[in-house]
């Protein structure tokens, strides 16, 4: 039976050198929070630095999109059956992956109002995590750091997500059925 890998917090490896996102939250409640994507073993080759900060995000923004962010990945973990995390002051390690979907959200959210705050965080939710690495891969092509704020996919993605109303309390965005174009039940007409 294959064992699961050790992680630290939000399912990073805890082996020395891997690729991950590194959440900056420091001590002092008015300075701002830094997600930097880290490289590991793979910087410092081939052009690739050590690591790149993506985003810098004011504690209020910060305070509204924590807990959203913790929910979804801890229920991700739980379900891949890895322990779950928690924010804390300091330095949070997490997955490379759920390290992109953050990104999608803080890059969102960074200059959204109060009012469009909860918004963002119910559509980001209802996106699938291939939606956000996707996302992720557009947005850090041509405005990955943190001066790019407002610029290309940053400013699309805080459009998308922030266009609509605040969601119901308890209201639940349903996802869509999707269907297997190429296997559909054979109709009566065609037998």
């Known amino acids: 039976m294959k064992e699961k890998p050790e992680t630290v917090d939000f399912g990073a490896p805890s082996s020395f050198g891997a690729h991950l996102f590194r959440v900056e939250i420091p001590a002092a409640r008015n300075e701002p929070i830094a997600i930097v994507?880290?490289?590991?073993?793979?910087?410092?080759?081939?052009?690739?630095?050590?690591?790149?900060?993506r985003v810098v995000l004011k504690r209020s923004v910060w305070t509204a999109l924590a807990d959203i962010a913790r929910r979804e990945f801890n229920d991700r973990l739980k379900g891949a059956k890895i322990l779950t995390g928690r924010w804390h002051t300091g330095t949070n390690l997490v997955d490379?992956?759920?390290?992109?979907?953050?990104?999608v959200l803080a890059w969102a959210a960074e200059t959204a109002t109060d009012d469009q705050l909860p918004v963002i965080c119910?559509?980001?939710?209802?996106?699938?995590?291939?939606?956000?690495?996707?996302?992720?891969?557009?947005t850090v092509a041509e405005a990955g750091m943190p001066d790019d704020t407002r610029?290309?996919?940053?400013?699309?993605?805080?459009h998308a997500l922030s266009?609509?109303?605040?969601?119901?309390p308890g209201?639940?965005?349903?996802?869509?059925?999707?269907?297997?174009?190429?296997?559909?039940p054979a109709s009566k007409d065609s037998e």
């Open 96 to 103: 490379r992956l759920l390290g992109k979907e953050l990104c």
């Open 151 to 158: 610029r290309g996919w940053r400013r699309a993605l805080f």
């Open 37 to 53: 994507e880290d490289y590991g073993y793979r910087g410092h080759e081939g052009g690739v630095p050590g690591s790149e900060e």
């Open 163 to 168: 266009d609509g109303k605040k969601p119901a």
């Open 171 to 184: 209201r639940k965005r349903r996802r869509p059925v999707e269907v297997d174009l190429f296997h559909l």
């Open 122 to 138: 119910h559509k980001w939710a209802a996106l699938r995590p291939e939606e956000r690495w996707w996302l992720f891969s557009m």
